[in-house]
């Protein structure tokens, strides 16, 4: 039963475009949701959160856009750069889970130049 | 410069040799985590800490056992490891207190069981 669903394996965009990462959820518990970035040989990296009380979250280029009626969520990266090629994991946790995240399964964006 | 910290990076070992992934954070969290990331599952959880000597289970514990001795360190202990624990292996931390819910992932450890 998985409940955060990233439906796209992977992304191809130019540099400079928008890229737009999307993510699904099933459990209406989830009140706390993040992305995180994953290069090659590296751990996860923290990008990007939202409370489930907000809908919209903005940190430079990247943003994320929260519909919880729909439970779904997206990153929008503008301008995308080579260097945000990579894995971006979509998570969330739910309020008295003891911090636990429950990731999606990734999507790789390609950043093409 | 705060980080975690794990190792070995990469080991190869054998059916039912016992061994010891070490993990180490130097942020002064309470809460640490271990993950393994499988192709098309994404991260999963085997055990978490709320503080030192508190210890449960995760979606996957199977196989698995930890420590909390100290607050910086986490230990995960394949006691009779198998194939099927051949796995990309995260250690994880975060400051309890913290309202981003964020959580510091180290730098993984590739574990090829034969």
């Known amino acids: 039963d998985q409940q955060v669903k990233q439906n796209s394996p992977s992304l191809s965009v130019q540099e400079g475009r928008i890229s737009i990462l999307n993510c699904d959820y099933t459990n209406s518990m989830f009140d706390y949701f993040l992305w995180y970035k994953k290069y090659p040989a590296e751990g996860p990296t923290f990008l990007i959160s939202i409370s489930s009380i907000k809908d919209k979250n903005e940190d430079g280029r990247f943003t994320v856009f929260l519909n919880k009626s729909a439970k779904h969520l997206s990153l929008h990266i503008v301008p995308s750069q080579p260097g945000d090629s990579a894995v971006y994991f979509c998570a969330a946790s739910a309020r008295g889970s003891n911090y636990k995240l429950t990731f999606g399964k990734g999507t790789l964006l390609t950043v093409n130049p | 410069e705060a980080q975690v910290t794990q190792n070995p990076r990469y080991l190869i070992t054998v059916t039912g040799k016992k061994l010891t992934v070490t993990c180490s954070q130097n942020m002064n969290h309470e809460y640490m985590s271990w993950y393994r990331q499988d192709p098309g599952l994404g991260l999963r959880q085997i055990y978490y800490?709320?503080?030192?000597?508190?210890?449960d289970k995760g979606d996957v514990p199977e196989g698995y056992k930890v420590s909390r001795k100290e607050k910086r360190n986490f230990p995960l202990i394949l006691e009779s490891p198998s194939p099927n624990q051949t796995s990309l292996y995260f250690c994880?931390?975060?400051?309890?207190?913290?309202?981003?819910?964020?959580?510091?992932f180290g730098p993984g450890t590739r574990l090829t069981v034969l």
């Open positions: 800490s709320m503080n030192v000597e508190v210890t």
């Open positions: 994880a931390s975060r400051n309890r207190l913290a309202g981003s819910n964020e959580q510091f």
